[in-house]
């Protein structure tokens, strides 16, 4: 008999009506053998309306109470689904973050996991019943409800599975796994039978929102076996059903490029003309990281003069204003400050990058091809970003995808 | 410095905008110098929500559960609550049933209050902090989440106010306070100053929609000082504001008659000729009670024929159906077994007739002068109640406020 976690994002369990068929996909898992621990989230837009009334109370609200909130909505879902499972004669019931416990630390609203506790649960497991867990939601050290950040039940299933030695870790969601690309950009994006966790993760970071950024990097530490599903197919009996996300060892054909994304959340800043001392960095970046917004790729170049440099970095658009005005606060040593809003990150990566040349030269000449403009780069080992003008960003997905031939067999 | 409770009903914290004008209260009582416990209920129509979902998932739900499910619009409220407070720069915190902990029993969905832990919430006030108190919600000593029942946050408020000994609870509602009648029926109906527990009690179980019934048991048990009012008029500052609910030797000018309440959730049920031999009310009542089913008015005739009797009762329009079946199952010896849900149940309601005689014969020559039928007739010590055909209601009610006297003085 083995233990795995299933997890039901939003959209699967929108309504009592999903829930029912949610439920019964859990149920097969149930009648297959084995022992189920459900993460479900809220029902879709439930957890958007709850931050909504935080919001219109203050914007500036405590994070404690914020909590308290939005938490409620995976509670719902966690009772419910319990009550479906019933009806099929399963044992089930539900496991709030404080009864498990789930511990975390006092980040509120974007706390992470500390230590769950697996006595209750597996006692649970062991005399069949099946454990239904709200995910997003824990408990602190000092009792109080935290929250694991938006699409935190994802971290909340895989901490889950690691804590319980899990056999698996199947993500439904409402794509049906992880593709090459946009499917809704390119129309003959390929779905990705394996993908490796680090490949994962940049796709994740980089807007394509299959599973929180987060889960990836906990199911790569504890080797978690996840896979990513379609909770509106039936995907009991075929073949491979998603995605399977596996260390990059275990991926028996790999390719050159795993996908292409885009991500349109980038805002650009530019410092013109920065004095070019030792210093000068940590007097830009410090103050944005003591702001909490997270800078993403940065780009310097020394100009000809030699005493001065312009800076080009980008920030998420909804930091934008603050990190203006957070720069403008810490008085930098420059000529101007510029930034535009209307760009877009499209990413090549693939682990299969690491051991082979050429692939950003590729990815430089088919763009050029097009006439798009380059306007920053960033390269990690798996992975070239490059920043263009949004109205770009389509052709520039479909161009590249193309490029490294990641279509469909015909 | 003494303590207070107020407790906000649904419609008083309907949205975050009459949140935010129920701090507004709150927040006048803390800079009166009071400490504060805030009950709040779910913003009014979620609970109904939730519970539509739990029947929609199966209408034999279990009660864990459903505890589960519909406890969670009072922890969103309370988190609301708390925020809205912070706003006027006041320190406030929400305590959910379980971090009291607010222990009750384990009959989920209508739980009985058995514990509550003073000491957390006592030394939040001595630091100066708003404890907000979501109602209706428990935890079990198995710590399971438990509901008190509809309407239940009522009783939490005053299990709070006996346990804290506070100096007063008061509930705001969109009523102002208890009336002499429905004002919807009786246009005239004048608002009492006073009124005591035990009439309370009987207009409460009534139909008089202002208080749970099992909130003002609490109240009068431990001396709990009451107050109702409206959550929409400016009452501080006023001289008497609502109803204070106290007890039978404080209210100072005591009447014959308090009220008149008009109670439209019964239904008859008659068996024709039971034998009249003993155990045969034992034989109709106790099928009756193992299935939950309350048993209200009971009047018992002896026949002419001395060997069987008429026997009429009433119970809750909503079990009439169950009641019907178990009655049938039960096999009860008789002729015939008629039922009617379009009955009505006219009560007059007053501490002063125990020590006056003539109240019951004013009431039935007053129904008599307008042909109002009386079915059945049940007394106590301070209620007279008749049942008479629903569509008489409102003439009665009307014709029984103008025979004893209770419209507003001109």
């Known amino acids: 008999m083995s233990l795995i976690v299933v997890k039901f994002g939003g959209t699967s369990v929108a309504d009592v009506d999903k829930i029912e068929r949610a439920a019964e996909k859990v149920v097969r898992e149930v009648r297959a053998g084995h022992q189920v621990v459900v993460v479900v989230s809220a029902m879709s837009g439930v957890t958007n309306q709850l931050v909504g009334y935080c919001n219109e109370v203050s914007t500036m609200h405590d994070l404690y109470e914020y909590d308290v909130v939005v938490s409620s909505g995976e509670q719902v879902t966690a009772g419910l689904m319990a009550l479906a499972l019933h009806k099929h004669g399963i044992a089930a019931r539900s496991w709030l973050g404080w009864q498990i416990p789930f511990k975390t630390d006092e980040m509120h609203s974007k706390a992470r996991v500390r230590d769950i506790e697996t006595k209750h649960l597996l006692e649970a497991l062991e005399k069949g019943e099946v454990a239904v867990v709200p995910g997003f939601q824990g408990v602190t050290f000092n009792n109080r409800i935290s929250t694991l950040g938006r699409g935190g039940s994802d971290t909340s299933a895989v901490a889950l599975a690691a804590a319980l030695k899990a056999e ?13 690309t946009d499917p809704r950009i390119v129309p003959g994006a390929r779905k990705l039978k ?13 807007g394509a929102k299959v599973l929180q950024t987060r889960s990836v990097e906990i199911a790569m530490k504890h080797g978690v076996a996840l896979q990513v599903l379609s909770s509106f197919e039936d995907a009991i009996g075929s073949d491979m059903p998603g995605t399977l996300v596996v260390r990059e060892d275990k991926i028996m054909e790999e390719e050159l490029v795993s996908g292409i994304a885009c991500g349109r959340d980038e805002a ?21 990281g003591e702001a909490g917004i997270n800078v993403d790729m940065i780009v310097q170049n ?37 930034s535009a809003a209307n760009v877009a990150k499209i990413s090549v990566v693939g682990v299969g990058m690491k051991s082979h040349a050429g692939v950003a030269q590729k ?43 990641l279509e469909e067999a015909a």
């Open 194 to 206: 394996t993908i490796s966790f680090e490949e994962m993760m940049e796709l994740a970071s980089l």
């Open 168 to 180: 698996r870790c199947d993500i439904y969601t409402d794509v049906d796994g992880v593709y090459t």
């Open 302 to 338: 020394i100009t000809s003069d030699g005493q001065s440099t312009d800076m080009t970095f980008t920030v998420s658009r909804a930091d934008l204003e603050r990190a203006l005005k957070v720069l403008k606060d810490a008085k930098i040593e420059c000529d101007e400050i510029r």
């Open 268 to 288: 650009k800043i530019t410092l013109l003309r920065v004095a070019d001392k030792p210093g000068v960095a940590s007097a830009v970046f410090t103050p944005l």
């Open 363 to 405: 990815m430089f000449t088919a763009l050029a091809s097009k006439g798009i403009n380059i306007q920053v780069i960033s390269t990690s080992e798996i992975k070239i970003s490059v920043l263009i003008e949004e109205d770009y960003a389509e052709l520039a997905v479909r161009t590249l995808h193309s490029a490294y031939g």
